[in-house]
């Protein structure tokens, strides 16, 4: 009884051994507290600019009739809530690294299948969780949370390049507060490509559009990550 947990192309495929990617906190990272600070302020950042009408007043007056009618229907089988995630993702990289790769992975399937109940919102909310401790810490069982739903075929590049959108866009913001956020995102990005979870083409887009006076640097580091990964394998 009670809840068994609590509350990362073309390139071809990486390995999951434990070393494969450098698993473990980074902690030259920097950040900390004020990097948490800068995801939350992010992220109300992000939420009004969605929120923004973009559209002239009678647009969105269509829009509310229909949505009601099958929001509640895609939640009503989700047993978790946005605003448990974070702590849901923490408690599977413990458990991860407790258990090790099979049961982790088998974890984090449990975690998609019977949790989170096929709502679109609660999915992109864990990728966006895990990509951004993944850019936190440095650690890459948070890569791997995503990258395991991609291999298995839970998730497919689309969601996963929506559920990045805003770490992406906010790259240059939080590299202020963690200098290693760079080098973070380049093993973000290369785990994802390998696992097919974003294309090439839209990593360079997004970067060159959100990123674009560090645009060099960030691609090298995806590039240099991306060699890693193929020496590990």
Not at 96 to 120: C, F, I, M, R, S
Not at 152 to 178: C, N, S, T, Y
Not at 189 to 217: F, M, N, P, Y
Request: overall charge neutral; charged content about 30%; some cysteine.
């Amino acid at each position: 009884g009670g809840d068994r947990r609590g509350g990362g192309g073309g390139y071809g495929g990486g390995g999951h051994g434990k070393d494969s990617m450098g698993r473990g906190r980074d902690n030259s990272s920097g950040g900390g507290g004020r990097y948490s600070n800068f995801m939350q302020n992010r992220e109300k950042a992000a939420a009004e600019k969605r929120n923004q009408p973009s559209s002239p007043a009678p647009a969105p007056a269509t829009a509310p009739a229909r949505a009601p009618a099958s929001a509640p229907a895609a939640k009503s089988n989700a047993k978790i809530t946005k605003e448990k995630i974070p702590q849901r993702l923490k408690t599977l990289v413990a458990e991860w690294k407790e258990l090790g790769d099979e049961a982790g992975k088998k974890e984090v399937l449990l975690t998609y299948d019977e949790d989170l109940g096929g709502d679109d919102e609660l999915i992109a909310t864990l990728i966006d969780k895990a990509a951004g401790k993944a850019l936190e810490d440095g650690d890459a069982l948070y890569v791997e949370i995503i990258t395991t739903l991609v291999k298995e075929g839970r998730i497919a590049a689309p969601a996963v390049e929506a559920g990045i959108q805003d770490v992406v866009e906010f790259l240059m913001d939080v590299k202020v507060d963690v200098p290693l956020a760079y080098k973070h995102f380049g093993l973000l990005a290369a785990s994802l490509l390998r696992a097919g979870g974003v294309t090439q083409g839209w990593i360079e887009k997004s970067v060159a559009q959100h990123c674009a006076e560090d645009k060099g640097e960030i691609l090298e580091e995806i590039k240099s990550a991306i060699g890693k990964l193929a020496t590990r394998s």
